[in-house]
């Protein structure tokens, strides 16, 4: 068997989709369940490019120590020493250099000529093996790129010092057929291939990023970059899911490969990850989409019943779908709630643990049976709310069809302070919504508004999402409540307070 390496970018390349962004709190979360599945390359962040991502870097290399850990950093001297400085403390670092090879982002982007870029490129190699051996290089835009050219850097890049190449299809624009020729390329054209591993990174953009990456495989190469839910810039990146439980599945095709990744675990951390980064999961994607195991046809149901395979290519306990279990009753204690939501695979301070067994009570109070879904939704509000600037205290709205909708709020502002006002709206969300401006101040424009029940019954809890938009940036936001209005108002909360944390004034520094 030939090991797969599964490369996930979820916490740098997932984040760069628009309103994705996540505190670094939530990205060492997700490291762990990361690896915990058996990630072997956790691309956590691109120090350089803010404060927050070199904190969220610096945390992670320090705390996650059962993956490699990567930081990108773009071929420039200041990038690989600031990704080095964030990465110092992992158990095996990567620094992830990368360079654009294409004659259009040559032309229109670097200004720069193909000799000027190898030279760079080698250099830059070069310095990040000065502090680690793991190095990683990435020929930008390398499927619009001359592929005669593509080698010539990819072999400079390993006498420079690269362990693993990286051939990234940017744009989401190669053909699969294409791809594996490219690939073949790689290994019939680069004299000292050997030296390295190859790893594929592929954009979404005509929905071909898994077919490529397997493509690629068959073509020789052992890495593959993905995410979690296939999020990523613009149409998103390869999904890890997709792209192992085809190697899972298909055994039978892909006899000699394997990945190391724990497939059970699957199923949590997309729900783990749609939840942090506020990025819905369509109802009909493969793997994790709320349908992709159910089946609507009589003839399907019947088949179903009758033997699962007849309609099912996978067993949905194989990517740890059970049915939600009933956990924890109301008079549990807060050590049966400790050791469950360890089990769970959360691991929380003793502040985060203490306002999380709170919530479960209350919740316990008003609902029959608290699942593990339950307590997902209430973890994730609970660490959403942790990092406010200012944050939601109480909410009481008046409406109904002969009244004008009215809401008073009362939020607890960054100096401790309690804030109060009230608003009328042409709903009770609306309300709410004027009465927080009306305290915060920040313009914005809602531009999208969900919910959704995170379990069945009537009692369920109420999953609100919302994106607002100020000055041409996203935000998401994201609260969760047996009570929609107040979903939506902790929703509201925790978008504004994304927005007021990327002010500079509130910026954290590293
Ligand atoms: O899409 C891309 O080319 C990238 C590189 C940084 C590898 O994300
Ligand atoms: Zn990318």
Request: hydrophobic fraction near 40%.
């Amino acid at each position: 068997m030939e090991r797969i390496v599964i490369f996930d970018t979820t916490l740098r390349d997932g984040e760069q989709s628009p309103g994705a962004t996540l505190v670094p709190d939530e990205k060492l979360e997700i490291a762990r369940q990361l690896a915990r599945m058996g990630v072997d390359v956790i691309e956590a962040g691109f120090p350089l490019s803010s404060p927050g991502d070199f904190e969220a870097v610096s945390r992670i290399a320090k705390e996650v120590r059962n993956a490699s850990i990567c930081g990108l950093a773009h071929a420039d001297a200041a990038a690989i020493d600031q990704a080095w400085e964030a990465l110092k403390g992992a158990a095996d670092p990567r620094i992830h250099v990368f360079l654009s090879t294409s004659d259009i982002h040559l032309m229109h982007q670097l200004r720069k000529n193909k000799e000027e870029v190898m030279v760079q490129a080698v250099s830059m190699v070069k310095r990040a093996r000065r502090y680690v051996s793991n190095v990683e290089f990435s020929p930008m835009d390398a499927t619009r790129s001359d592929p005669e050219y593509v080698y010539h850097i990819v072999e400079a890049a390993i006498d420079a010092g690269a362990t693993t190449v990286n051939i990234p299809d940017t744009v989401g624009y190669v053909m699969p057929l294409e791809f594996e020729a490219l690939i073949r390329g790689v290994f019939e054209r680069v004299r000292n291939i050997h030296k390295a591993v190859v790893s594929v990174h592929c954009h979404n953009d005509l929905g071909l990023a898994v077919a490529n990456s397997l493509a690629a495989v068959r073509a020789g190469a052992r890495q593959i970059e993905c995410t979690i839910n296939g999020i990523g810039e613009r149409a998103g990146n390869c999904s890890l899911e997709e792209v192992v439980m085809a190697l899972h599945t298909r055994k039978d095709f892909f006899s000699q490969f394997a990945s190391q990744i724990d497939t059970t675990q699957i199923s949590k951390i997309s729900r783990m990850v749609s939840d942090y980064t506020g990025m819905i999961v369509q109802p009909n994607k493969a793997i994790v989409g709320a349908n992709a195991f159910r089946h609507e046809s009589g003839i399907h149901q019947d088949g179903v019943i009758k033997e699962r395979t007849t309609y099912e290519i996978m067993d949905p306990r194989s990517i740890g779908l059970v049915s939600s279990e009933l956990v924890l009753g109301k008079l549990s204690g807060r050590h049966a709630f400790r050791q469950h939501v360890a089990e769970m695979g959360y691991q929380l301070s003793e502040e985060d643990l203490g306002r999380a067994f709170l919530r479960f009570k209350e919740l316990a109070d008003k609902k029959k049976e608290v699942t593990d879904r339950d307590l997902e939704a209430v973890i994730s509000d609970e660490l959403r709310m942790s990092h406010e600037i200012y944050r939601l205290e109480q909410v009481q709205v008046s409406c109904g069809d002969h009244s004008i909708p009215t809401a008073t709020v009362q939020l607890i502002a960054p100096d401790g302070n309690i804030l109060s006002d009230a608003a009328l709206g042409t709903g009770p969300v609306d309300a709410i919504y004027k009465a927080i401006n009306r305290i915060v101040g920040v313009p914005n424009r809602l531009i999208e508004f969900s919910v959704k029940s995170v379990t069945e019954g009537i009692d369920a809890i109420g999953d609100v999402t919302i994106r607002i938009e100020s000055e041409g940036r996203v935000y998401t936001g994201r609260g969760a409540a047996t009570d929609i209005v107040v979903a939506s108002a902790k929703a509201y909360m925790n978008a504004l307070n994304k927005l007021l944390a990327a002010q500079p004034s509130y910026a954290s520094k590293p």
